[in-house]
């Protein structure tokens, strides 16, 4: 009879289920996989199993697929409207509970505690019936299904309500552990100015980042990071646009090119025509984060699933053999006895917890795949402009020319960009107080239109800038500087001339900076036996001599931006698995080309938005703390398996040697569910107790009440 009952309740809710489904599938359209949301189901079995029904394409997948989705305010909206239907659900469970104890008293509760039972278990049957309708006929939902009805119709309700109410249980500690990993994601991207200076009529207006929209003017002044996509539409400037284009030299612009955001303005101002505004593009990003985070528990690549399903021909064929002999009891009990069934919670909570750790370490991992990944990794694919050399560069040399000395031309180039904040300004700053000079003091200054500065001191005019700004202020360049000029772009150097009242003094010539970190990581990684591979679009002497003095194994010296990606499939078709590290859009079909990827915090919008892997602190240094955590990622998993598997063996063995019921079968797989829970969030646990913040890392959001 609760056979019977089990069909009409399924059969009746079909409807409202469609109905439900389809409501949820309009307000997420943008979402993959939205149909499988986040719901506990009727046992842990089930739930864990259901966690991962839908996403064997995502886990046998070689080519990593980019979710492209806006913030919506209806997703958002959904997803608090779910996580509400969630804890409806926990109450329903404790209700449906409660009646089937009252049923050992007066019986009638039983009917109502059963159908309560039934109906949290509609969604389990109607995703049976859709694995039936796909020939999936073995599936977790079935084993789900059958363990339900088993204990119905054996009359064990109270372990049938106590099995909804555990799988809700843990549903909502994933969720929990997922919940504040999004936060996490959602604090670490919301970055953006506060304020930007709009031009209206004439006047220039402060104005909240937020408001900017397409077609406004606005204005950007020297060392200032440009805001918006757009167009000049006055003005000229040098920008250091590297996380774009990878190039370590600045870019000259005027009137009417293309500017980015994200990139540095280092001399000069401009009035950009905005194009596309940074409100969009923060949403675009926060959009696409929230999208991996919401699709964690049908992105998370865990071995669970592919143990379960291995299994589970097995655990039927057992219990079907066990029905004629030991009767309907120790068959139910033998479907809990499922081998391996709980790696379907401790593996997704492991990733979600080590995910957690590292953002607080500034490491932000936006697929959950991602630390599967970096076990195979065995090539290191570095980008060397903005990787594994700094923004700032280094003064490499100073030549003084019509009879002025090396240290006049760098104390007035020094004096000059005293209260300039770009990159270019602190090398010259630094290598003169290096040398210890004493600067004069600035009669007046002029950020005139250009690519340079003008400024007075000491009855002298001195112009430090691009050659182009010295030939616009009518200033001729001796034969002599051609010699110069073709040696610095041989190494890849960038200059900077100076002028004193109408003649060329001197130019300073300066080299990128190799990143402090860069030796010592690249030793570690050549310790844990990685091959090292450098591309380079800087030309081959430099290249050469930089990966000789670093061990690097290989490089690629001139290689175009869209030659990277050749490269990484060139490495990958000869066998290697491939991490990238890189910092810019010069780098994102690399990064999609290779099977994993970094990017640094520095990185443009379209770069982090690929990236699997990002580093917030900009360096390098992460890299040997991501490849730590993932062996201890590894020890846990391990561990999680054997909590996964031991107490399945033993309670099959009890039920043949020991008469072990369905409760003592239950018992010890929420035991071994319990003890994997424990191990997975260990770490969280003794992180907070180690954790010292430091200025890298993110702020702490509160999650140590995950269970």
């Not at 054996?154 to 552990?177: E, H, N, P, Y």
């Not at 219990?319 to 809990?336: E, F, K, Q, R, Y």
């Not at 443009?604 to 917030?616: G, L, P, R």
Request: proline share 3%; charged share 20%.
């Amino acid at each position: 009879m609760l056979a019977e009952i089990a069909l009409l309740a399924g059969a009746g809710c079909y409807l409202h289920k469609r109905r439900r489904t389809k409501n949820l599938a309009q307000a997420l359209t943008p979402m993959p996989a939205a149909e499988n949301s986040n719901e506990p189901a009727t046992s842990v079995l089930s739930g864990a199993r259901r966690l991962l029904r839908d996403i064997k394409s995502a886990m046998t997948a070689d080519a990593r697929q980019q979710l492209q989705v806006d913030i919506d305010p209806r997703v958002l909206e959904t997803l608090a409207e779910e996580r509400g239907k969630a804890s409806q659900r926990m109450k329903l469970a404790m209700g449906a509970m409660g009646l089937a104890l009252l049923g050992g008293i007066y019986p009638v509760f039983s009917l109502f505690g059963a159908l309560g039972v039934l109906y949290l278990s509609r969604r389990m049957f109607m995703r049976a019936l859709k694995d039936f309708k796909l020939r999936h006929y073995l599936s977790n939902n079935l084993l789900g299904l059958l363990m339900t009805l088993g204990m119905l119709a054996t009359g064990q309700l109270v372990l049938a309500a106590f099995s909804a109410v555990m799988g809700s249980f843990f549903a909502k500690i994933i969720d929990r552990v997922e919940d504040n990993t999004q936060k996490q994601l959602i604090v670490t991207f919301v970055e953006h100015p506060e304020y930007v200076w709009v031009l209206k009529d004439g006047v220039e207006i402060q104005t909240q980042f937020n408001a900017v929209q397409v077609d406004d003017i606005v204005v950007v002044n020297a060392g200032e990071v440009i805001p918006v996509d757009g167009t000049i539409r006055s003005g000229m400037a040098s920008i250091d646009q590297h996380i774009l284009t990878g190039e370590s030299r600045p870019v000259e612009k005027s009137v009417g090119d293309k500017v980015f955001a994200s990139t540095l303005l280092l001399s000069g101002r401009i009035h950009i025509l905005v194009t596309t505004t940074g409100q969009a593009t923060a949403a675009a990003k926060i959009g696409k984060v929230l999208s991996y985070t919401q699709s964690y528990k049908d992105t998370l690549i865990t071995r669970g699933r592919e143990i379960s399903d291995r299994f589970i021909p097995f655990t039927l064929g057992v219990s079907a053999l066990t029905l004629p002999v030991l009767g309907a009891g120790a068959a139910t009990a033998v479907l809990w006895s499922s081998t391996g069934s709980t790696m379907g919670i401790t593996g997704p909570v492991s990733v979600l917890v080590y995910s957690q750790i590292l953002a607080r370490q500034g490491i932000l991992i936006k697929d959950g795949r991602a630390l599967e990944s970096l076990r195979q990794v065995n090539t290191i694919v570095f980008d060397k402009t903005g990787t594994l050399t700094q923004e700032q560069p280094t003064v490499a040399k100073i030549h003084g020319l019509e009879g002025y000395s090396e240290n006049t031309v760098l104390r007035y180039a020094a004096a000059a960009e005293y209260r300039q904040p770009h990159p270019i300004a602190r090398a010259i700053r630094a290598k003169a107080e290096e040398r210890q000079l004493e600067l004069p003091e600035l009669d007046e200054a002029s950020y005139q239109v250009g690519y340079g500065i003008k400024v007075t001191m000491e009855n002298r005019v001195i112009r430090v800038g691009s050659s182009r700004y010295l030939r616009h202020e009518g200033i001729k360049l001796p034969r002599s500087v051609r010699s110069i000029q073709q040696k610095a772009d041989s190494n890849s150097h960038s200059l900077v001339y100076v002028s004193i009242d109408r003649q060329l003094a001197g130019i300073v010539e300066l080299m990128p900076t190799v990143r402090p970190e860069a030796e010592s990581i690249i030793g570690y990684l050549r310790q844990r036996g990685f091959k090292l591979v450098m591309i380079s679009g800087d030309h081959e002497e430099p290249t050469r001599r930089m990966a000789e003095t670093f061990g690097i194994d290989r490089y690629f010296a001139e290689t175009l931006p869209e030659n990277k990606a050749a490269l990484v499939r060139q490495l990958r078709e000869q066998g290697d698995f491939v991490c990238f590290v890189g910092d810019g859009i010069n780098d994102a079909m690399a990064m999609k080309t290779a099977q994993l990827s970094v990017s640094l915090k520095g990185a443009s919008t379209v770069a982090t938005d690929t990236a699997q892997i990002i580093f917030m602190d900009g360096t390098l240094k992460q890299l040997e703390p991501l490849f730590r955590y993932m062996d201890e990622f590894e020890g846990t998993m391990k561990k999680n398996l054997i909590t996964s598997i031991v107490p399945g063996v033993v309670s099959i063995s009890g039920i043949f040697l020991l008469h072990f019921g369905v409760a003592a079968a239950m018992g010890l797989t929420y035991l071994g569910c319990f003890v994997g829970l424990g191990n997975s969030l260990l770490p969280l646990i003794r992180y907070q107790q180690n954790d010292k913040p430091t200025g890298g890392q993110l702020q702490k959001t509160g999650i140590g009440n995950v269970a």
